[in-house]
Protein backbone atom coordinates (compact mmCIF):
# COMPACT_ATOMS: atom_id res chain seq x y z
CA UNK A 1 0.00 0.00 0.00
CA UNK A 2 1.36 3.35 -0.77
CA UNK A 3 1.87 5.75 1.99
CA UNK A 4 -1.08 8.38 2.83
CA UNK A 5 0.52 11.44 4.07
CA UNK A 6 -0.20 12.55 7.34
CA UNK A 7 -1.67 15.92 6.00
CA UNK A 8 -3.94 14.44 3.55
CA UNK A 9 -5.39 12.30 6.48
CA UNK A 10 -5.80 15.34 8.41
CA UNK A 11 -7.92 16.99 5.50
CA UNK A 12 -10.05 14.24 5.42
CA UNK A 13 -10.59 13.83 8.99
CA UNK A 14 -11.29 17.59 8.86
CA UNK A 15 -13.69 18.03 5.85
CA UNK A 16 -17.41 17.28 5.36
CA UNK A 17 -17.38 16.42 9.27
CA UNK A 18 -15.60 12.68 8.02
CA UNK A 19 -15.63 10.24 10.61
CA UNK A 20 -12.84 7.53 11.65
CA UNK A 21 -15.00 4.87 10.51
CA UNK A 22 -15.17 6.86 6.40
CA UNK A 23 -11.39 7.45 7.24
CA UNK A 24 -10.19 3.79 7.73
CA UNK A 25 -12.70 3.19 4.41
CA UNK A 26 -10.48 5.50 2.28
CA UNK A 27 -7.32 3.79 3.68
CA UNK A 28 -8.44 0.67 2.39
CA UNK A 29 -9.92 1.77 -0.58
CA UNK A 30 -6.72 2.78 -1.52
CA UNK A 31 -4.98 -0.36 -0.97
CA UNK A 32 -7.66 -2.43 -2.77
CA UNK A 33 -7.48 0.03 -5.63
CA UNK A 34 -3.37 -0.50 -5.76
CA UNK A 35 -3.88 -4.24 -6.06
CA UNK A 36 -6.77 -4.23 -8.47
CA UNK A 37 -6.82 -3.91 -12.50
CA UNK A 38 -8.73 -0.99 -12.69
CA UNK A 39 -7.71 2.05 -14.99
CA UNK A 40 -9.43 4.53 -13.10
CA UNK A 41 -11.94 4.17 -9.93
CA UNK A 42 -14.31 7.09 -8.22
CA UNK A 43 -16.59 6.72 -5.25
CA UNK A 44 -18.71 8.66 -3.31
CA UNK A 45 -20.66 8.07 0.66
CA UNK A 46 -24.17 10.62 0.90
CA UNK A 47 -26.79 11.36 3.92
CA UNK A 48 -30.10 13.25 2.49
CA UNK A 49 -27.68 16.38 2.90
CA UNK A 50 -24.81 16.32 1.86
CA UNK A 51 -21.30 14.35 0.68
CA UNK A 52 -19.78 12.29 3.33
CA UNK A 53 -16.79 10.74 1.19
CA UNK A 54 -15.62 11.41 -2.19
CA UNK A 55 -12.78 10.54 -3.79
CA UNK A 56 -11.15 9.00 -7.19
CA UNK A 57 -8.58 6.41 -7.97
CA UNK A 58 -5.90 5.81 -10.72
CA UNK A 59 -5.90 7.08 -14.00
CA UNK A 60 -9.23 8.65 -16.83
CA UNK A 61 -6.22 8.09 -19.49
CA UNK A 62 -3.33 5.79 -18.76
CA UNK A 63 -1.21 7.01 -21.73
CA UNK A 64 -1.28 10.58 -21.09
CA UNK A 65 -1.19 10.03 -17.32
CA UNK A 66 -4.49 11.87 -16.91
CA UNK A 67 -5.71 11.34 -13.04
CA UNK A 68 -9.03 10.08 -12.45
CA UNK A 69 -10.91 12.61 -10.32
CA UNK A 70 -14.64 13.21 -9.21
CA UNK A 71 -14.95 15.77 -11.81
CA UNK A 72 -14.05 12.93 -14.97
CA UNK A 73 -16.72 12.24 -16.59
CA UNK A 74 -18.14 8.90 -18.75
CA UNK A 75 -21.01 6.40 -19.67
CA UNK A 76 -22.65 5.19 -16.41
CA UNK A 77 -24.92 2.22 -18.22
CA UNK A 78 -28.26 1.20 -17.11
CA UNK A 79 -27.76 3.19 -14.31
CA UNK A 80 -29.22 5.94 -16.95
CA UNK A 81 -32.59 3.85 -16.57
CA UNK A 82 -33.31 5.89 -13.25
CA UNK A 83 -33.51 9.15 -14.72
CA UNK A 84 -36.47 7.71 -17.24
CA UNK A 85 -37.75 6.48 -13.68
CA UNK A 86 -37.66 10.32 -12.71
CA UNK A 87 -39.17 11.65 -16.14
CA UNK A 88 -42.11 9.48 -16.30
CA UNK A 89 -42.93 10.48 -12.85
CA UNK A 90 -43.16 14.15 -13.85
CA UNK A 91 -44.39 13.59 -16.51
CA UNK A 92 -47.52 11.84 -14.69
CA UNK A 93 -47.71 14.73 -12.62
CA UNK A 94 -47.95 17.01 -14.91
CA UNK A 95 -50.76 15.14 -16.59
CA UNK A 96 -49.15 13.97 -19.68
CA UNK A 97 -48.86 10.71 -19.27
CA UNK A 98 -50.87 7.68 -17.28
CA UNK A 99 -48.68 4.51 -15.95
CA UNK A 100 -51.62 2.04 -17.06
CA UNK A 101 -52.60 3.33 -20.24
CA UNK A 102 -51.69 1.71 -23.70
CA UNK A 103 -48.40 2.89 -25.25
CA UNK A 104 -50.23 3.17 -28.23
CA UNK A 105 -51.79 6.55 -27.38
CA UNK A 106 -48.70 8.10 -27.69
CA UNK A 107 -46.39 6.10 -30.24
CA UNK A 108 -46.50 7.19 -33.96
CA UNK A 109 -45.88 3.58 -34.97
CA UNK A 110 -47.73 0.77 -33.39
CA UNK A 111 -46.34 -1.68 -30.95
CA UNK A 112 -48.21 -4.98 -29.39
CA UNK A 113 -47.30 -8.13 -28.17
CA UNK A 114 -47.39 -10.38 -31.03
CA UNK A 115 -48.56 -13.49 -28.95
CA UNK A 116 -51.32 -11.45 -27.16
CA UNK A 117 -52.74 -8.51 -29.43
CA UNK A 118 -55.62 -7.59 -27.28
CA UNK A 119 -53.17 -7.20 -24.53
CA UNK A 120 -52.19 -3.85 -24.41
CA UNK A 121 -48.46 -2.68 -23.22
CA UNK A 122 -48.59 0.02 -20.94
CA UNK A 123 -46.01 2.46 -19.96
CA UNK A 124 -46.13 0.80 -16.31
CA UNK A 125 -45.38 -2.79 -18.12
CA UNK A 126 -42.15 -0.92 -19.99
CA UNK A 127 -41.20 0.60 -16.25
CA UNK A 128 -40.88 -3.04 -14.70
CA UNK A 129 -39.65 -5.04 -17.03
CA UNK A 130 -43.06 -7.18 -17.50
CA UNK A 131 -44.10 -5.75 -21.48
CA UNK A 132 -42.64 -9.04 -23.41
CA UNK A 133 -40.12 -7.16 -24.87
CA UNK A 134 -36.73 -9.01 -24.80
CA UNK A 135 -33.52 -7.43 -26.13
CA UNK A 136 -32.40 -10.48 -28.28
CA UNK A 137 -29.55 -9.80 -30.58
CA UNK A 138 -31.55 -6.74 -32.26
CA UNK A 139 -30.04 -5.07 -29.38
CA UNK A 140 -26.71 -4.52 -30.23
CA UNK A 141 -27.69 -2.96 -33.33
CA UNK A 142 -27.74 -0.26 -30.91
CA UNK A 143 -24.07 0.32 -30.23
CA UNK A 144 -22.37 2.58 -32.62
CA UNK A 145 -18.96 3.06 -33.31
CA UNK A 146 -17.62 6.61 -33.61
CA UNK A 147 -14.56 5.43 -36.00
CA UNK A 148 -15.60 1.73 -37.08
CA UNK A 149 -12.93 1.76 -39.53
CA UNK A 150 -10.18 1.85 -36.68
CA UNK A 151 -11.69 -1.11 -35.14
CA UNK A 152 -9.48 -4.16 -34.91
CA UNK A 153 -11.86 -6.96 -34.65
CA UNK A 154 -8.53 -9.55 -34.35
CA UNK A 155 -7.39 -7.96 -30.72
CA UNK A 156 -11.28 -9.12 -29.61
CA UNK A 157 -11.35 -12.90 -28.09
CA UNK A 158 -13.16 -14.62 -30.71
CA UNK A 159 -16.71 -15.03 -29.03
CA UNK A 160 -16.89 -11.64 -29.45
CA UNK A 161 -15.60 -10.86 -32.94
CA UNK A 162 -19.27 -11.58 -34.20
CA UNK A 163 -20.69 -9.03 -32.05
CA UNK A 164 -17.94 -6.43 -32.85
CA UNK A 165 -17.99 -6.70 -36.64
CA UNK A 166 -21.89 -6.47 -36.39
CA UNK A 167 -21.35 -3.09 -34.56
CA UNK A 168 -18.94 -1.81 -37.27
CA UNK A 169 -21.54 -2.30 -40.02
CA UNK A 170 -24.25 -0.14 -37.10
CA UNK A 171 -24.66 3.76 -38.48
CA UNK A 172 -26.38 6.19 -36.13
CA UNK A 173 -29.95 6.86 -36.59
CA UNK A 174 -33.00 8.26 -34.68
CA UNK A 175 -34.07 6.08 -31.82
CA UNK A 176 -37.77 6.27 -33.16
CA UNK A 177 -36.08 4.03 -36.67
CA UNK A 178 -34.72 1.97 -34.23
CA UNK A 179 -37.64 1.26 -32.49
CA UNK A 180 -39.90 1.07 -35.24
CA UNK A 181 -37.36 -1.41 -36.94
CA UNK A 182 -37.63 -3.40 -34.07
CA UNK A 183 -40.87 -3.46 -32.67
CA UNK A 184 -43.39 -2.55 -35.70
CA UNK A 185 -44.36 -5.30 -37.83
CA UNK A 186 -43.30 -3.60 -40.54
CA UNK A 187 -39.84 -3.34 -39.14
CA UNK A 188 -36.61 -4.36 -41.08
CA UNK A 189 -35.58 -6.27 -37.65
CA UNK A 190 -39.39 -7.34 -36.46
CA UNK A 191 -39.27 -11.48 -34.83
CA UNK A 192 -41.72 -12.45 -32.77
CA UNK A 193 -37.86 -13.12 -31.21
CA UNK A 194 -38.25 -9.75 -29.83
CA UNK A 195 -40.83 -10.97 -27.73
CA UNK A 196 -40.79 -13.39 -24.99
CA UNK A 197 -43.90 -15.96 -24.56
CA UNK A 198 -45.57 -14.60 -21.79
CA UNK A 199 -48.18 -11.56 -21.72
CA UNK A 200 -47.54 -8.15 -20.80
CA UNK A 201 -47.79 -8.06 -16.68
CA UNK A 202 -46.96 -11.53 -16.47
CA UNK A 203 -43.19 -12.43 -16.07
CA UNK A 204 -40.04 -9.76 -15.31
CA UNK A 205 -37.84 -9.95 -18.18
CA UNK A 206 -34.91 -7.13 -17.85
CA UNK A 207 -35.21 -5.06 -21.30
CA UNK A 208 -33.06 -2.44 -21.87
CA UNK A 209 -35.03 -1.82 -25.61
CA UNK A 210 -38.68 -1.55 -23.65
CA UNK A 211 -36.82 0.67 -20.78
CA UNK A 212 -35.70 3.20 -23.71
CA UNK A 213 -38.75 2.85 -25.26
CA UNK A 214 -40.18 4.42 -22.21
CA UNK A 215 -37.76 7.54 -22.56
CA UNK A 216 -39.20 7.88 -25.83
CA UNK A 217 -43.05 7.60 -24.54
CA UNK A 218 -42.20 10.36 -22.58
CA UNK A 219 -40.69 12.46 -25.30
CA UNK A 220 -43.47 11.91 -27.38
CA UNK A 221 -45.99 12.22 -24.48
CA UNK A 222 -44.73 15.77 -23.78
CA UNK A 223 -43.79 17.11 -27.08
CA UNK A 224 -40.41 17.61 -25.61
CA UNK A 225 -37.19 15.38 -26.92
CA UNK A 226 -36.18 13.58 -23.86
CA UNK A 227 -32.80 14.96 -23.59
CA UNK A 228 -34.36 18.42 -23.53
CA UNK A 229 -36.80 17.15 -20.93
CA UNK A 230 -34.27 15.73 -18.51
CA UNK A 231 -32.22 19.05 -19.02
CA UNK A 232 -35.03 21.20 -17.76
CA UNK A 233 -36.43 18.90 -14.65
CA UNK A 234 -33.50 16.94 -13.80
CA UNK A 235 -30.17 18.39 -14.37
CA UNK A 236 -30.48 21.96 -14.47
CA UNK A 237 -32.36 22.40 -11.03
CA UNK A 238 -29.99 19.51 -9.25
CA UNK A 239 -26.47 21.88 -10.94
CA UNK A 240 -25.79 19.22 -12.51
CA UNK A 241 -23.69 21.09 -14.70
CA UNK A 242 -21.16 17.98 -16.54
CA UNK A 243 -24.16 15.56 -16.93
CA UNK A 244 -25.71 15.18 -21.11
CA UNK A 245 -26.88 12.51 -23.32
CA UNK A 246 -24.53 13.20 -26.29
CA UNK A 247 -20.61 13.54 -26.53
CA UNK A 248 -21.56 17.08 -27.70
CA UNK A 249 -23.33 17.94 -24.15
CA UNK A 250 -20.68 17.96 -22.23
CA UNK A 251 -16.84 18.75 -22.13
CA UNK A 252 -14.68 15.79 -23.63
CA UNK A 253 -11.69 17.36 -22.53
CA UNK A 254 -12.92 15.99 -18.49
CA UNK A 255 -14.30 12.27 -20.83
CA UNK A 256 -12.34 9.14 -19.55
CA UNK A 257 -10.66 6.83 -21.78
CA UNK A 258 -12.26 3.40 -21.77
CA UNK A 259 -10.47 0.49 -20.98
CA UNK A 260 -11.05 -3.51 -21.63
CA UNK A 261 -7.69 -3.54 -19.30
CA UNK A 262 -4.87 -1.39 -19.12
CA UNK A 263 -3.52 -2.52 -22.51
CA UNK A 264 -6.75 -2.60 -23.95
CA UNK A 265 -8.53 0.74 -24.86
CA UNK A 266 -12.16 0.74 -25.73
CA UNK A 267 -13.04 2.16 -29.28
CA UNK A 268 -15.53 4.97 -28.61
CA UNK A 269 -18.95 3.97 -29.12
CA UNK A 270 -22.40 5.67 -28.57
CA UNK A 271 -25.81 4.37 -28.03
CA UNK A 272 -28.90 4.71 -30.34
CA UNK A 273 -31.46 4.34 -27.13
CA UNK A 274 -29.46 6.53 -25.17
CA UNK A 275 -31.85 6.42 -22.00
CA UNK A 276 -31.27 3.20 -21.35
CA UNK A 277 -27.53 3.38 -20.74
CA UNK A 278 -25.71 6.23 -22.44
CA UNK A 279 -26.32 9.48 -19.52
CA UNK A 280 -22.38 11.05 -18.92
CA UNK A 281 -22.05 12.15 -15.87
CA UNK A 282 -19.27 12.62 -13.67
CA UNK A 283 -19.23 11.45 -9.75
CA UNK A 284 -19.82 15.26 -8.49
CA UNK A 285 -22.92 15.15 -10.66
CA UNK A 286 -24.19 12.02 -9.69
CA UNK A 287 -24.09 12.13 -6.23
CA UNK A 288 -26.21 15.79 -6.40
CA UNK A 289 -28.76 13.31 -7.78
CA UNK A 290 -27.99 10.53 -5.37
CA UNK A 291 -28.83 12.99 -2.30
CA UNK A 292 -32.14 14.23 -4.21
CA UNK A 293 -33.26 10.60 -4.66
CA UNK A 294 -32.62 10.32 -0.96
CA UNK A 295 -34.85 13.38 -0.05
CA UNK A 296 -37.28 12.52 -2.46
CA UNK A 297 -37.84 8.78 -0.72
CA UNK A 298 -37.88 10.88 2.83
CA UNK A 299 -41.51 12.99 0.75
CA UNK A 300 -38.95 15.56 1.13
CA UNK A 301 -37.26 16.18 -2.03
CA UNK A 302 -37.34 19.02 -4.53
CA UNK A 303 -37.88 17.25 -8.30
CA UNK A 304 -41.20 15.53 -7.68
CA UNK A 305 -43.91 15.44 -4.87
CA UNK A 306 -44.00 12.76 -2.09
CA UNK A 307 -46.48 11.26 -4.12
CA UNK A 308 -44.61 10.60 -7.23
CA UNK A 309 -41.72 9.43 -4.92
CA UNK A 310 -43.50 6.82 -3.27
CA UNK A 311 -44.51 4.92 -6.33
CA UNK A 312 -41.46 5.36 -7.99
CA UNK A 313 -39.95 3.41 -4.84
CA UNK A 314 -42.67 1.37 -4.40
CA UNK A 315 -42.58 -2.64 -5.28
CA UNK A 316 -44.47 -2.67 -8.69
CA UNK A 317 -45.62 -6.22 -8.17
CA UNK A 318 -48.13 -5.29 -5.65
CA UNK A 319 -50.10 -3.84 -8.91
CA UNK A 320 -53.01 -5.57 -9.71
CA UNK A 321 -51.59 -5.12 -13.77
CA UNK A 322 -48.33 -6.84 -12.60
CA UNK A 323 -48.06 -10.44 -11.62
CA UNK A 324 -44.15 -10.59 -11.21
CA UNK A 325 -42.08 -7.57 -10.53
CA UNK A 326 -38.39 -7.11 -9.33
CA UNK A 327 -38.09 -3.60 -8.50
CA UNK A 328 -39.66 -0.64 -8.55
CA UNK A 329 -40.24 2.36 -11.54
CA UNK A 330 -37.19 1.33 -13.40
CA UNK A 331 -35.40 1.05 -9.39
CA UNK A 332 -34.41 -2.04 -8.19
CA UNK A 333 -35.74 -2.89 -4.52
CA UNK A 334 -33.76 -5.28 -2.74
CA UNK A 335 -34.78 -7.52 0.23
CA UNK A 336 -33.22 -5.54 2.32
CA UNK A 337 -34.59 -2.29 2.09
CA UNK A 338 -32.02 -1.12 -0.12
CA UNK A 339 -33.00 0.81 -3.32
CA UNK A 340 -30.49 1.09 -6.47
CA UNK A 341 -29.47 0.24 -9.59
CA UNK A 342 -26.03 -0.91 -11.31
CA UNK A 343 -24.11 -0.36 -14.67
CA UNK A 344 -22.27 -2.45 -17.10
CA UNK A 345 -21.37 -1.50 -20.89
CA UNK A 346 -17.60 -1.53 -22.60
CA UNK A 347 -15.03 0.16 -20.58
CA UNK A 348 -17.75 0.80 -17.77
CA UNK A 349 -19.20 -0.66 -14.46
CA UNK A 350 -21.00 1.64 -12.14
CA UNK A 351 -23.32 0.72 -8.90
CA UNK A 352 -25.43 3.35 -6.85
CA UNK A 353 -27.52 1.76 -4.02
CA UNK A 354 -28.98 3.61 -1.03
CA UNK A 355 -30.04 2.42 2.43
CA UNK A 356 -33.32 4.69 4.11
CA UNK A 357 -33.06 3.24 7.36
CA UNK A 358 -29.24 3.82 7.47
CA UNK A 359 -29.54 7.45 5.63
CA UNK A 360 -26.59 6.16 3.53
CA UNK A 361 -26.07 6.40 -0.27
CA UNK A 362 -22.99 5.10 -2.11
CA UNK A 363 -21.94 5.52 -5.64
CA UNK A 364 -18.87 3.84 -7.36
CA UNK A 365 -17.83 4.11 -11.08
CA UNK A 366 -14.48 2.64 -12.97
CA UNK A 367 -13.63 3.05 -16.68
CA UNK A 368 -12.57 -0.42 -16.80
CA UNK A 369 -15.18 -3.39 -17.29
CA UNK A 370 -14.84 -6.90 -16.73
CA UNK A 371 -15.85 -8.36 -20.41
CA UNK A 372 -12.19 -10.07 -20.56
CA UNK A 373 -11.13 -10.61 -17.02
CA UNK A 374 -12.82 -11.54 -14.30
CA UNK A 375 -10.35 -10.16 -12.15
CA UNK A 376 -11.87 -6.68 -12.77
CA UNK A 377 -15.48 -7.92 -11.25
CA UNK A 378 -13.71 -9.31 -7.89
CA UNK A 379 -11.87 -6.05 -7.89
CA UNK A 380 -14.78 -4.12 -8.23
CA UNK A 381 -16.60 -6.10 -5.34
CA UNK A 382 -14.59 -6.06 -3.18
CA UNK A 383 -13.97 -2.49 -3.09
CA UNK A 384 -18.01 -2.15 -3.79
CA UNK A 385 -18.31 -4.09 -0.25
CA UNK A 386 -15.65 -2.00 1.68
CA UNK A 387 -17.28 1.25 0.36
CA UNK A 388 -20.52 0.26 1.93
CA UNK A 389 -19.33 -1.97 4.73
CA UNK A 390 -21.64 -4.69 3.83
CA UNK A 391 -21.55 -7.71 1.91
CA UNK A 392 -23.51 -6.59 -1.34
CA UNK A 393 -22.90 -8.21 -4.82
CA UNK A 394 -22.80 -7.83 -8.23
CA UNK A 395 -25.53 -8.78 -10.16
Not at 110 to 139: F, M, N, Q, W
Not at 281 to 307: H, N, P, Q, R, V
Request: charge should be negative; include cysteine.
Amino acid sequence: MKKITFLFILFLACSCGVDDEILHTHIELQELYNTSELAGLSVAIVDNKKVLYKNSFGYSNINKNRKYTNHTIQNIGSISKTFIALAIMKAVEQGKLDLDTNINIYLPFKVEHPHYPDKPITVRHLATHTSGITDSEVYFKSYVFDNPLQVNVSQYPDDYRSIIELIKTNTKMDESVFFENTLSTSGSWYSLGNFIENPPGEKYEYSNIAAALAAFVVEKSTGISFENYTQKYIFDPLHMDATGWSFSDVNMQDHATLYYSKDFEVSRYSLITKADGGLITSTSDFAKYLIEMMKGYKGKGKLLSAKSYKEMFSLQSKHDEINEAMSGILWGINNNGTIGHTGGDPGILTICMFDPIKNRGYYLMTNTSKEFNIGIEKSVEKIWNTLTSENHHLN
